[in-house]
């Protein structure tokens, strides 16, 4: 009998605001990781590059984005593999909310929930954080908060109006 392969789609979110040289900043390191992770399974949608304000310490400001994919890995596998793309891509991780080469979340997974010692999905925090609504809302709308039951673009809704000086709409 055939062995059949079990795929799980994927919600990661992206950033960077360390650049590695003048002709690696934010923004191409982000299409770096974008191909590392194409390696990984199928890419079937892309956020754009949406420039953000830093948040916590650093002064930098950051490049975010977000991808769907589709992949055979877990999510144990899946993050072990984003880490390495991080590490090809000089992330360090010395200080929590430190400057950054590359930084790839796992936010969302088809399965819902995960929880072990060293990932929980859904991410903890992505529901309050804009720079990782946004580019979701452009790929994935109606994706649906295991947790809250809402759809990326009701969190996204509910946080505009929580705090309507994020960022200007129109």
Same mark, same amino acid.
């Given at each position: 009998m055939p062995k059949t392969s079990l795929h799980h789609l994927y919600a990661l979110a992206l *950033?960077?605001?360390?650049?590695?040289s003048a002709k690696r900043p934010p923004a191409?390191?982000?299409?770096?990781? !974008?191909? *590392? !992770?194409?390696? $990984?399974?199928? !890419?079937?949608a892309t956020a754009p590059v @949406?420039?953000?304000?830093? $948040? *916590?310490?650093? $002064?930098?400001?950051?490049a975010n984005g977000a991808v769907l994919l589709e992949s055979s890995l877990n999510p144990s596998e899946m993050l072990s593999a984003l880490q390495? @793309?991080?590490?090809?891509?000089?992330?360090?991780r010395h200080r929590r909310w430190g400057a950054r080469s590359i930084? @790839?979340? @796992?936010?969302l997974w088809s399965g819902g929930r995960w929880d072990s010692r060293t990932l929980h999905i859904p991410h903890s925090a992505f529901r309050s954080r804009d720079f990782v609504l946004l580019p979701l809302l452009t790929i994935a709308p109606k994706w649906r908060d295991p947790v809250s039951g809402l759809s990326i673009r009701h969190l996204d809704a509910r946080l505009r109006k929580a705090t309507p000086l994020l960022r200007p709409r129109g």
């Open positions: *950033g960077s605001n360390r650049p590695l191409s390191l982000l299409r770096e990781a !974008i191909g *590392g !992770i194409a390696a $990984l399974g199928t !890419i079937f @949406i420039p953000t304000a830093p $948040l *916590g310490p650093s $002064l930098r400001r950051f390495q @793309i991080e590490d090809r891509l000089g992330r360090r930084d @790839i979340d @796992i936010i």
